[in-house]
């Protein structure tokens, strides 16, 4: 394909170098260029998992695990059977780390380039898009553990350098990547959480010059504030031209905690009719300046339950038929895991699964992993908790969810999952060979995983539609 090729907007629609029009149907690759703990199955941040490892096996046995983790989480095996599917792209997720040290800001680093490249490589040969996706910036541009932030306050928004890091970097991508047809866009920013919200905007215009003058091909993919939900930030403004406003539209009883569907979670009732007018709610903003709608990330966390879990394939139902009726692109969440949401998963009797056994028993006991965990087992902790602040700051509301997520994450994501990183470290210190570091990470190998083969047929019914 020539660079002519490249896809660009078109009114509401993203069409090809032939002017026909393109719905982006396809999958997140998270846990790899930017993991996440509940994917992979470490507690904490990104970061703290690194550096576990690094104590546990020390620098050479680390290095040769994550290059073999690299090489194999995500493959051209993994892109053949996404294609397979009948998906037409990929939503690839990385972490600055890859591209740059905070020692070392803006001297950026050729190995981060290298993965993305091969990843594309092999995308392309398989007919995916790429669709790039800075999901953690420097200092975090949100709360949580997914942009690698250890703390609860996203620094991002706080302090010029690290929105400069952020330009710097996707000058060099949009240099690197400049009329590839095979990348469908550049995804600015995974997830803001702009608290004051008169941030986020400024900054988009800055990247977006920044990128425009580098590459004025690819389209551009926007998040919006409060995680993709909200687009207050840019009424009243012109749009900016080739670009794709991207909501994300997760629902209450696809969460770990979630309820029946329909039914009621944390005491809102969610059906297909709620689904539907908070799906309109988070696209209104598409639709009013006639572009294109795609959503960014969704998708349900599965729990073994049977019924519960027949609950969340409906749920999934009826987000992909509104989609489709919306003529909305789509990206779910997450490709690869240990068995929560992956429509192919790490074996449960492999390598790196048997070895940290103890550990993902420890995390869902005391619920650590916000996303994909409850807090049944430490009720006694945060129910107190939550009482006294329901008593003693009843108007505390704070962004972007309110009273209850932000004890979830200082309780439970960080109280008691920093000290459990020592757990998890001591899962590895007795490794002495190198044939045993390779089969931990090979347990992620594609031909070695297992697939939730239901999943995958809905996804291709939803991907091919009539």
Known sequence: MSSDAVLRVSGNQIIDGQGQPVVLRGYNVGGWMNMENFLTGYPGTESQHRRALLSALGPERYELFFGQFMSTFFAEDDARYLASLGLNSVRIPFSYRHFEDDQRPFQLKEAGFTLLDRAIADCARHGLHVLLDLHALPGGQNRHWHCDNPTHHPAFWDHRHFQDRAVHLWEALADRYRGNPAVAGYNIMNEPADIDGDRIKPFYDRVVAAVREVDPGHILFLDGNRYGTEFAAFRGFEPY???????????????????????????????RAQVERIFLERTQFMRDTGTPIWIG?????????????????????????????????????????????????????????????????????????????????????????????AKEYPDFSPFPFGPLDYITLLVRGILLAEPMLDDFRRCFTDIADDETVIALADSFRFDNCVRRERLASMLTAAARPA
Not at 241 to 270: E, K, M, Q, S
Request: hydrophobic share 30%.
């Open 297 to 389: 990330e969704f998708g349900p966390v599965f729990t073994g339950d049977p019924d519960r879990d027949e609950q969340r394939y409906q749920l999934l139902q009826d987000q992909l038929d509104l989609y489709a009726e919306h003529s909305a692109g789509w990206a779910i969440w997450a490709y690869k895991d240990l068995g929560g949401e992956g429509v192919v998963s790490a074996a449960a009797d492999s390598p790196w699964c048997t070895r940290i056994r103890e550990v993902t028993e420890k995390k869902a006991r005391l619920g650590v992993d916000g996303w994909g965990s409850t807090d049944a087992g430490v009720r006694h902790i945060t129910g107190p908790v939550e009482e006294t602040f």
């Open 241 to 271: 031209g080739n670009a794709v406003y991207a909501a994300h539209d997760y629902h209450l009883p696809g969460f770990g905690y979630g309820g029946p569907y329909p039914g009621v979670t944390r005491g809102t009732y969610v059906d």
